[in-house]
Structures are given as structure tokens and as C-alpha cells.
């Protein structure tokens, strides 16, 4: 069945440490994203690739840093500058013109110990 | 700059209560205009809409665009406790990105 795959589901970082959130799909979509949600925040976009090789920033880029060297691929590295880490992160992919919205992902959940 | 709001951000009503969900929403340029539902995890598709006044349905979900008053509205008949869920209101402003309301909170009471 195609979709999208985030792993790990919940993940502990602690202080200081960069951790990176897997996103794989297989839906051969162009577009890929990564939004952050907070309680009360809905969801914020923090990255985006529209193909291999290139990604542009969202809304709240600061302290995360992406790479796109697969079409299947977007991994999300949550770097030791990023202040406030702890979130629930959703990955979701689409075909270039979003014309049915966004899939996405079942999301990680990161918490800083 | 570019902003959809929802309201009310939280609701709590009883089994069989119908309720309805708002979303308004300034932009630069719209597309479409979407729900998801996000019970536990990964938001899933509810609709898409595109013109005034053409209402989808699905089941005891219905939705309608309101271009002129730049709002939508989510429609759910006889809720269930299944219904319980954060409900997204997104809209689509150009090929590659939507930017997406801070959702409501829908609970129901046995």
C-alpha cells in the first residue's frame, strides 16, 4: 500500500544532542513537507521540497536543517540550536499542484529529557 | 501576510448534537480550500473546496465555501463519540504549499 512511513514514533533527545526524524513515501510524490505541531499552535511549516536536490524554508526554519537525496526521502535533523524541541512533528508529501491536499504521515513525537 | 482561523478552538457537546466548525481565512491567493480530521496521529481528508456555494457531503459531514465572506464551514449531523477529533481547516495558496488553521478541538459526551 503506498503511503507515508515516520519513524521513530517517539523519540528522547537529550539537551545538546541533534536528532534526526525519518520520512519516507512511496507514493512517488514530487512535494514533501515537514510542519511541527504544538497544542493550541496548529501546524507550523518548517520545511519543504518540491524535488531532489533542492528544499526551501518555512515559516520556523531556525534550528532544524533537512536534506532531499531521494525523491522517496526527507529527513528532518533537529539541531542542538533549535530551543524549544519538544513537539509533535508530521511529515506529509504531495503531487506538485496539492490539488487533493497533503497525506501525512502518523507523525513522531519528540521530547527533550 | 497569509492566515486561516478556526473557531471556536474548542468544543464539547453530547451524543447527537449537531455542531458547526468555522474557518476564515485572508490570503493572497487562493486555490482551494480544505478540512482534515486528526483523531490520534497523521490528519486525514475530509474535503476540498473550490467554488461558492456547492456543498459536499460525506456521510453526516458537510461543507460549504463562502468566497464572498472568505469562510468555509464544517457541518456534523447527529455527532457520535467517534466524531471527538481536532478538526483542520487548511488552504491551498499556490501550487506547493497550504498554510493551515490552528484547528478545533471537538469532544463528545456520551
Known amino acids: 500500500d503506498g503511503g507515508i512511513t515516520q519513524s521513530p514514533k517517539y523519540l528522547f533527545r537529550k539537551e545538546g544532542q541533534n536528532v534526526t526524524l525519518s520520512c519516507e ?5 514530487d512535494a514533501m513537507y515537514w510542519y511541527r505541531q504544538d497544542p493550541g499552535q496548529g501546524l507550523r511549516l518548517i520545511y ?31 539541531t542542538s540550536a533549535q530551543k524549544n524541541p519538544t513537539a509533535f512533528y508530521l511529515c506529509a508529501s504531495s503531487n506538485n499542484r ?16 | 501576510e497569509d492566515k486561516v ?73 447527529a455527532t457520535q463519540t467517534g466524531d471527538s477529533a481536532i478538526y483542520l481547516c487548511a488552504v491551498n495558496i499556490r501550487d506547493d504549499k497550504i498554510i493551515f488553521g490552528k484547528g478545533t478541538r471537538l469532544h463528545i459526551l456520551p
Open chain 2, 5 to 77: 482561523v478556526q473557531s471556536p478552538l474548542s468544543l464539547v457537546v453530547h451524543e447527537g448534537d449537531t455542531v458547526t466548525l468555522n474557518c476564515s481565512y485572508e490570503v493572497t491567493n487562493f486555490r482551494s480550500l480544505l478540512w482534515y480530521k486528526q483523531e490520534k496521529k497523521a490528519p486525514t481528508f475530509l474535503f476540498m473546496l473550490t467554488s461558492s456555494g456547492i456543498e459536499k457531503k460525506s456521510g453526516r459531514l458537510s461543507s460549504i465555501l463562502d468566497k464572498k465572506e472568505l469562510s468555509s464551514i464544517l457541518n456534523i449531523t
Open chain 1, 48 to 78: 519543504y521540497s518540491q524535488i531532489v536536490n533542492d528544499f526551501q524554508k518555512g515559516d520556523i526554519a531556525e534550528g532544524y536543517s533537512v536534506s532531499r537525496e531521494k525523491k522517496e526521502s526527507f529527513p528532518l535533523t533537529v
Open chain 1, 98 to 113: 496539492a490539488s487533493r491536499g497533503y497525506t501525512f504521515g502518523s507523525g513522531t513525537r519528540l521530547t527533550v529529557v
Open chain 1, 25 to 29: 513515501q512511496n507514493l512517488n510524490h
